[in-house]
């Protein structure tokens, strides 16, 4: 081999190895940098979790709520300024009357109208104003079984800091309804206007509970003026 050979290989061997050291470093610059970028990924999208055990960060509105005396769209307010009170009802059922001293006394989730006799049972839920000076009388005749209940609880409570007495009782063969329909009574003592909020079950497929539930938020929307 000539010196001018020789010369010639070792040029091309050396181009060679520089191309591979070249082809080489953008190999492990590649591969480090993608791994970096794996790492960091995972680091940011799952703490060092898998991301599926990892809870969703989201904001969450603190939680919204009401007061008891906050009027929802799913009621309506009814006003009766002969006796002065006003309280709320569901806002699809009915509620009508012939003269003043009758509105917001009766109520009923269907329309009905108000006869000129009104000692019979008109609505499920209907509202009596109590003589003050009858007070007492009023309680002993609706806390103790008579011709026409049967009574089976009595509970004195608070609504809205007034002192009301709840009564629970079913009624007899005597009266104009069939024997052991629902009455529940929210006697409500006021020193001017102690009220009466009662229920008395009509048909046998009533819904005793849901009207029991409705009579509770009718008793704690009352307001006195």
């Known amino acids: 081999m000539t010196l001018t050979s020789f010369k010639h290989h070792l040029k091309l061997s050396g181009i060679l190895i520089l191309l591979i050291c070249y082809a080489l470093g953008f190999y492990l610059l590649g591969k480090y940098s993608v791994f970096g970028n794996i790492v960091k990924f995972k680091e940011n999208t799952s703490g060092g979790k898998n991301s599926l055990e990892r809870p969703v960060e ?11 005396k906050v009027i929802s769209s799913f009621v309506k307010l009814c006003s009766n300024t002969f006796w002065g009170y006003e309280l709320a009802y569901p806002k699809d059922w009915f509620t009508t009357y012939n003269n003043d001293s009758q509105k ?3 109520f009923a989730p269907y329309s009905f109208v ?3 006799d009104t000692s019979f049972f008109i609505s ?3 509202i009596e104003i109590i003589n003050t000076a009858d007070w007492q009388e009023t309680l002993k005749f609706y806390q103790n079984p008579n011709d026409f209940q049967n009574v089976l609880s009595s509970e004195s409570i608070q609504i809205n800091d007034r002192p009301v007495q709840k009564i629970k009782a079913t009624t007899t063969e005597n009266g104009q309804l069939s024997r052991g329909f629902t009455k529940i009574t929210y006697l ?3 020193s001017e206007i102690p009220i009466a909020i009662v229920y008395q079950q009509l048909d046998e497929k009533e819904d005793v509970k ?3 539930d409705v009579l509770l938020e009718m008793a704690g929307s009352l307001r006195l003026f």
């Open 124 to 126: 499920p839920i209907r």
């Open 104 to 106: 917001c006394v009766f």
């Open 114 to 116: 108000v006869p000129a």
């Open 210 to 212: 849901l009207f029991e």
């Open 188 to 190: 409500i003592f006021d």
């Open 58 to 68: 989201s904001p969450v509105p603190y939680a919204d709520i009401q007061s008891g």
